[in-house]
């Protein structure tokens, strides 16, 4: 017959040097919500950055190469670069996609002097192009605060 006895009156009482159990629902200390938020900060100023603080060396040059990939090819398209204040929602949501590049985005009047050309369909695709690194860019952020937070492995 099974004694219903709890388990640690079978097996003895804990070690002293054991570490005490910690709930389930305890709050995330701050310290590492500071953390979390200073490496988002980071992978969205620097594709990958975020990552490489995280020490995962692999993810951090994959975002980077595919973000600057993204934004450079838009660029050398002569893709538009929206700016803030930009006409109506699509504007609006586009500058909200470019800004998402970081650093690409802030360069972007260095590395596209000539301005953009949409007479071309290259420029419209370069457009498209530059949108895309900047949501690429902010799923890293998204997976680094998510690492660093310790919601994901």
Same mark, same amino acid.
């Given at each position: 017959?099974?004694?219903?006895?709890?388990?640690?009156?079978?097996?003895?009482?804990?070690?002293?040097?054991?570490?005490?159990?910690?709930?389930?629902?305890?709050?995330?200390?701050?310290?590492?919500?500071?953390?979390?938020?200073?490496? *988002? =900060?980071?992978?969205?100023?620097?594709? #990958? $950055?975020?990552? !490489?603080?995280?020490?995962? &060396? @692999?993810?951090? *040059? =994959?975002?980077?190469?595919?973000?600057? #990939? $993204?934004?450079? !090819?838009?660029?050398?398209? &002569? @893709?538009?670069?929206?700016?803030?204040?930009?006409?109506?929602?699509?504007?609006?949501?586009?500058?909200?996609?470019?800004? @998402?590049?970081?650093?690409?985005?802030?360069?972007?009047?260095?590395?596209?002097?000539?301005?953009?050309?949409?007479?071309?369909?290259?420029?419209?695709?370069?457009?498209?192009?530059?949108?895309?690194?900047?949501?690429?860019?902010?799923?890293?952020?998204?997976?680094?605060?998510?690492?660093?937070?310790?919601?994901?492995?």
């Amino acid at each position: 017959m099974i004694d219903d006895a709890p388990i640690e009156s079978i097996a003895g009482p804990p070690a002293a040097h054991s570490e005490p159990a910690r709930s389930e629902s305890a709050p995330v200390q701050p310290a590492r919500r500071n953390s979390a938020a200073v490496i *988002a =900060a980071a992978a969205w100023i620097i594709p #990958g $950055l975020g990552h !490489l603080l995280l020490r995962r &060396r @692999g993810k951090a *040059a =994959a975002f980077f190469v595919a973000v600057a #990939g $993204l934004a450079l !090819l838009g660029y050398a398209m &002569r @893709g538009d670069v929206f700016v803030p204040g930009s006409d109506g929602p699509f504007g609006m949501l586009g500058f909200l996609a470019d800004i @998402g590049g970081g650093i690409f985005y802030v360069l972007s009047r260095v590395i596209e002097y000539a301005g953009s050309d949409l007479s071309r369909s290259a420029g419209d695709y370069g457009t498209r192009l530059i949108a895309a690194a900047g949501i690429v860019n902010m799923l890293a952020v998204i997976d680094a605060y998510e690492t660093a937070g310790r919601r994901r492995t």
